[in-house]
């Protein structure tokens, strides 16, 4: 079973460009959380996709965008990009609760890394 | 609002040492606490969780518990080996949903010295 995936890896941008990060949840999950981890610090919430729609929003501006597929998986759109968007990139995918250890959690992709220039 | 504090990094230690790493939070009412650990290259994992008062979570040899008094989370573990360097991160959760948002601190690099 696979868990949760990413696209691209890497990623190299200008600023004012517009970049699309690619996420896939892991098997039976279907919601979807987007967090920002700059370079030495803590992931930050940017948002969460359920059933199609933005269910929660943390405090990042509009030029993040998002949407989610019927199949559950997930983009993150960032437009007009700044020197400062560039960290890593993580998506997390939940767990339907159940009582297991791993239920009631969220698990993490490996991230894209975007560098803008 | 609410937010997490970490001890800063980088630890240093030796293989067979005993660790911890502090943590306290800030919140209103009963959040849920976690540790994930980040290898390098790798997303993040999750190490362990305690959703109430004086529940302790253990995993892989490490443990903490959830403190309401001192609000606090200490991650300990009583022999370090080299495999578990890496970056450990302290994150509380608020409501019972596996949907909400994880609110993070500034991660604790560990470094394990054969």
């Known amino acids: 079973d696979a868990g949760v995936t990413q696209s691209p890896t890497h990623l190299i941008k200008t600023r004012g460009q517009q970049v699309t990060l690619r996420c896939s949840p892991k098997?039976?999950?279907?919601?979807v959380s987007w967090y920002q981890q700059a370079l030495g610090q803590g992931p930050q919430f940017i948002f969460q996709?359920?059933?199609?729609?933005?269910?929660q929003r943390g405090n990042f501006p509009d030029r993040f965008s998002g949407h989610q597929f019927p199949n559950y998986s997930s983009e993150l759109n960032v437009n007009a990009l700044l020197l400062g968007d560039s960290a890593l990139y993580l998506c997390?995918?939940?767990?339907?609760?159940?009582?297991?250890?791993?239920?009631?959690?969220?698990?993490f992709g490996p991230g894209t890394r975007l560098t803008v220039l | 609002g609410d937010s997490v504090t970490q001890m800063e990094g980088p630890v240093t230690l030796s293989e067979e040492a005993f660790l911890t790493i502090n943590c306290t939070y800030t919140?209103?009412?009963?959040?849920?606490l976690f540790w994930y650990v980040q290898y390098p290259g790798e997303g993040l994992q999750l190490l362990l969780k305690?959703?109430?008062?004086?529940d302790k979570g253990s995993n892989k040899g490490f443990e903490a518990t959830y403190r309401k008094e001192t609000t606090s989370f200490h991650l300990e573990k009583g022999s370090v080996q080299v495999s578990d360097s890496a970056v450990y991160f302290c994150a509380l959760r608020q409501g019972s949903s596996n949907t909400g948002k994880l609110i993070f601190g500034q991660g604790t690099t560990l470094q394990v010295k054969p």
């Open positions: 997390a995918s939940s767990f339907p609760s159940g009582g297991a250890f791993l239920a009631d959690t969220q698990y």
């Open positions: 996709y359920y059933e199609e729609e933005e269910r």
């Open positions: 098997s039976g999950h279907d919601t």
């Open positions: 305690a959703t109430k008062a004086d």
């Open positions: 919140a209103t009412g009963y959040p849920s």
